[in-house]
């Protein structure tokens, strides 16, 4: 047991310090001096020198890239060079807001898609089975964040059920959350639900098509006890993958929903720093929800046991 | 009928609904490449924010330009973009993936270290991240987001070239004295086309709804030129007022992606036998 989590951290290492260079070098790429974009335009040369020697810029790219690395495994990603607060809380901040929404999402999405998928596989090619297909390929068929917007427009502006921009943590006022939380959810729901409900279904067709599921029929045990005892345990473990890939995909495009409904999310963090320009921030996000992502597939891994009987760790 | 039959002519009508879809939406586009009703970027403040019309199908923007003729545009802009990513993606990881799957031993095995740490960009992540360095514009998009899908195609290609290269055919095609680069070329690419098609169909739409999100994000294609994407985040300030600047814009994306999906799995079906059933 140890040593398979050992060892899937050993190899999660690699992954990570190569992600890390990549968003080092791309930082680099970005036209411009960091120092005298830190700067400003004012700065005389002196400055910016100085700065440089400071930043360390002066040093050999891998000694800067050491130097930064270490900083970050230290838990210093720098500081934003517009306002000049420390990255990392920044980041921890506006990840709490966007972990939220996308983990309460794919919660309900997999609770709602996982046992429709499986349906839907029993009844494979029935009437049933068709509209549940139906069903999902058009789900997952419209983009999130115009799913968004045409809930925002029915139920926020025509019926004003919702609030339809801002966010309120469940800290603050528990009731309010939720209604500002509903909406950014349901849309991450409704969309997902179809991706779960296509993965659910295909590896349940999967596991059914199996010679042991046959053989549980011949010798006799009722369709309910095929199912739940045979198909159902089987056919989870794959869609587990799944759900853990679309939970970090998610963070990678959240910035799409924050922006309809106007909250203040990691994603929404990325972007403005983008368009800030402001380096540090969009270096700290770029590897932050990398690692996250990282860190996600490795929990995923090591849970997979516990539904796929076939691996033991 | 059987159900089993049913099952059969529904996925065939999937396919057939999907491939219609996609041939009204390249219409649009080409047929947007040579006339539109209005100029798409020709502004009309008089007629600004005008709901749909006999004028105006599809009703004006906030400048009073003709949103069906910006759709149109937008469908070519769009298509172009998603083609162009696609085949830049497809062509850059196709030669990536036969390379590291005949290579193997240590070079494939870096390639693949690397290929993984891409991977594990989350989503539109390593494509916004490609954005900050490129800046907004045309062919950054493309970059982007070709980089981004490279080491999905590269990793589905370099498995089939694993799974054929020791094959019986492969192996006579060397031992019939063809170099390496022709049993490559003769005897492992044409099988890597039938998956690569699967592949690339699937592409095609992740690429547009990426593009969509970006252009949404004020990433993308830069206005005034009209992608549906970015017309969605114009026409998002105005949703109130003039809800169709949003509600078409976003139609033609989910339609174009739906066609895109029943067609994917209708060619999934049919070309990819492992997923035959």
Redesign the interface.
């Known amino acids: 047991m140890l040593r398979f989590v050992l060892q899937r951290l050993a190899m999660a290492i690699p992954t990570l310090l190569i992600v890390a260079v990549t968003v080092f070098v791309l930082m680099r790429l970005v036209p411009g001096d960091p120092a005298s974009l830190m700067l400003g335009d004012l700065a005389s040369a002196g400055q910016v020198e100085a700065l440089r020697k400071q930043m360390g810029l002066d040093q050999p790219i891998p000694v800067q890239f050491a130097m930064w690395f270490g900083n970050v495994l230290s838990g210093d990603f720098g500081r934003s060079i517009n306002t000049g607060q420390d990255v990392l809380p920044l980041i921890f901040d506006r990840f709490s807001v966007s972990a939220t929404i996308v983990l309460l999402a794919v919660g309900i999405a997999a609770l709602i898609g996982v046992p429709i998928g499986m349906i839907a596989a029993w009844r494979q090619k029935g009437a049933l089975d068709l509209g549940i297909i139906t069903g999902a390929t058009l789900l997952l068929s419209i983009p999130s964040f115009w799913l968004g917007l045409m809930l925002l427009l029915f139920f926020g502006l025509q019926l004003g059920w919702l609030p339809v921009v801002g966010y309120v943590s469940f800290g603050q006022d528990f009731w309010a959350a939720l209604l500002y939380i509903a909406m950014p959810v349901a849309t991450l729901v409704l969309v997902e639900t179809g991706v779960i409900t296509r993965m659910a279904r295909a590896s349940t067709i999967e596991v059914m098509q199996l010679e042991y599921i046959t053989h549980a029929r011949a010798k006799g045990l009722s369709e309910p006890a095929v199912l739940w005892r045979h198909a159902f345990k089987n056919a989870f473990a794959p869609t587990w993958t799944i759900i853990g890939l679309i939970l970090g995909n998610l963070l990678g495009s959240i910035a799409v929903i924050e922006t309809v409904f106007t909250i203040p999310g990691l994603g929404r963090l990325l972007v403005d720093s983008i368009y800030a320009r402001d380096y540090p921030v969009v270096q700290g996000c770029l590897l932050f929800i990398a690692g996250i992502y990282i860190v996600v597939n490795l929990i995923v891994d090591m849970l997979y046991p516990l539904f796929d009987p076939r691996v033991t760790i | 009928m059987s159900?089993?039959a049913?099952?059969f002519s529904?996925a065939q009508a999937?396919g057939i609904i999907g491939g219609v879809i996609m041939v009204v939406v390249v219409a649009a586009a080409l047929i947007g490449m040579m006339w539109t009703p209005y100029d798409p970027l020709r502004l009309d403040i008089m007629a600004r924010l005008q709901g749909p019309s006999a004028a105006h199908w599809l009703g004006t923007d906030e400048f009073g330009r003709d949103v069906l003729s910006r759709l149109m545009s937008g469908a070519r802009t769009s298509s172009w973009i998603s083609l162009s990513t696609v085949l830049f993606a497809t062509i850059g990881g196709t030669a990536i993936g036969v390379i590291a799957g005949f290579l193997r031993g240590w070079a494939d095995r870096l390639m693949m270290?690397?290929n993984?740490?891409?991977l594990?960009?989350?989503?539109?992540?390593?494509a916004?991240?490609?954005?900050?360095?490129f800046g907004a514009s045309r062919n950054g998009i493309i970059i982007a987001l070709g980089l981004a899908y490279m080491p999905t195609v590269v990793r589905v290609v370099r498995g089939v070239v694993l799974s054929i290269r020791e094959l019986e055919y492969v192996e006579a095609s060397r031992v019939m004295g063809n170099s390496e680069f022709v049993t490559m070329a003769r005897h492992i690419v044409p099988n890597c086309i039938a998956p690569i098609t699967v592949l690339a169909t699937s592409l095609f739409g992740w690429v547009l709804?990426a593009e969509?999100?970006l252009s949404?994000?004020?990433?993308g294609v830069p206005p005034p030129a009209a992608t549906w994407g970015n017309m969605?985040a114009t026409g998002?300030p105005y949703?109130?007022q003039a809800?169709w600047l949003?509600?078409f814009?976003?139609l033609c994306?989910?339609?174009t992606?739906?066609g895109i999906?029943?067609l994917g799995?209708a060619l999934r079906d049919r070309l990819d036998p492992r997923m035959r059933?």
């Open positions: 159900a089993r049913i099952g529904f999937n270290v690397a993984d740490a891409l594990a960009f989350p989503g539109l992540l390593l916004l991240g490609i954005m900050a360095v709804l969509s999100a949404f994000l004020g990433l969605l998002r949703i109130g809800p949003v509600i814009p976003g994306i989910s339609v992606l739906l999906n029943l799995d059933r």
